[in-house]
T-cell receptor, first 109, second 113 residues
Framework: GQNIDQPTEMTATEGAIVQINCTYQTSGFNGLFWYQQHAGEAPTFLSY????GLEEKGRFSSFLSRSKGYSYLLLKELQMKDSASYLC??????????FGKGTTLSVSS | SAVISQKPSRDICQRGTSLTIQCQVD?????MFWYRQQPGQSLTLIAT?????????ESGFVIDKFPISRPNLTFSTLTVSNMSPEDSSIYLCSGLGATDTQYFGPGTRLTVL
């Protein structure tokens, strides 16, 4: 298995910055992915990392350290609409994504 | 991004019956997958739908319970057989696009009474 761990819940306020961590144990993978899922909707792709380091996409950034088995998703300038579940996932070559349990983020005013 | 549609979007079924869910993807998709998302949970991979051959199932899922077809590149079906209330869940079709990104259909919300 790939034992992907994330915090279950997080809370933050509008305008703040929040970091959602993801740790994993696996023998190897092609990429680490982050998805956003609003209640009652399908997951939507946010970001992914193949190499170590930071990938920035607007208000969202994702970081990967393969040696530490660690990734995080950074959300800046939080908005109420960012209240959602954030899913960390891994994919090995030629296979489907395997998801962690997800982190439910609540943004308050 | 790939376009993925599913039908039905939701259904309420009686115990012991079967439901077939259809998934249509656009031509950008190479691989197709089926996931289940139980209430308040994350996504669990059921199987990889292989074109023209038997699907590849994950541990805990079997063909007799979840038969899957993929007759061509862009279409797949998942059947939930002999349903029980424990099968109440959202079933999601997913496709792997050309940029190695996986996309999801809108899901089928199944309630078994």
């Amino acid at each position: 298995g790939q034992n992907i761990d994330q915090p279950t819940e997080m809370t933050a306020t509008e305008g703040a910055i929040v970091q959602i961590n993801c740790t994993y144990q696996t023998s190897g993978f092609n990429g680490l992915f982050w998805y956003q899922q609003h209640a009652g909707e399908a997951p939507t792709f946010l970001s992914y990392n193949v190499l170590d380091g930071l990938e920035e996409k607007g208000r969202f950034s994702s970081f990967l350290s393969r040696s530490k088995g660690y990734s995080y998703l950074l959300l800046k300038e939080l908005q109420m609409k960012d209240s959602a579940s954030y899913l960390c996932a891994l994919r090995k070559a030629g296979t489907a994504l395997i998801f962690g349990k997800g982190t439910t983020l609540s943004v308050s005013s | 991004s790939a376009v993925i549609s599913q039908k039905p979007s939701r259904d309420i079924c009686q115990r012991g019956t079967s439901l077939t869910i259809q998934c249509q993807v656009d031509s950008q998709v190479t691989m197709m997958f089926w996931y289940r998302q139980q209430p308040g949970q994350s996504l669990t991979l059921i199987a990889t739908a292989n074109q023209g051959s038997e699907a590849t199932y994950e541990s805990g899922f079997v063909i007799d319970k979840f038969p899957i077809s993929r007759p061509n590149l862009t279409f797949s079906t998942l059947t939930v057989s002999n349903m029980s209330p424990e099968d109440s869940s959202i079933y999601l079709c997913s496709g792997l696009g050309a940029t190695d990104t996986q996309y999801f259909g809108p899901g089928t919300r199944l309630t078994v009474l």
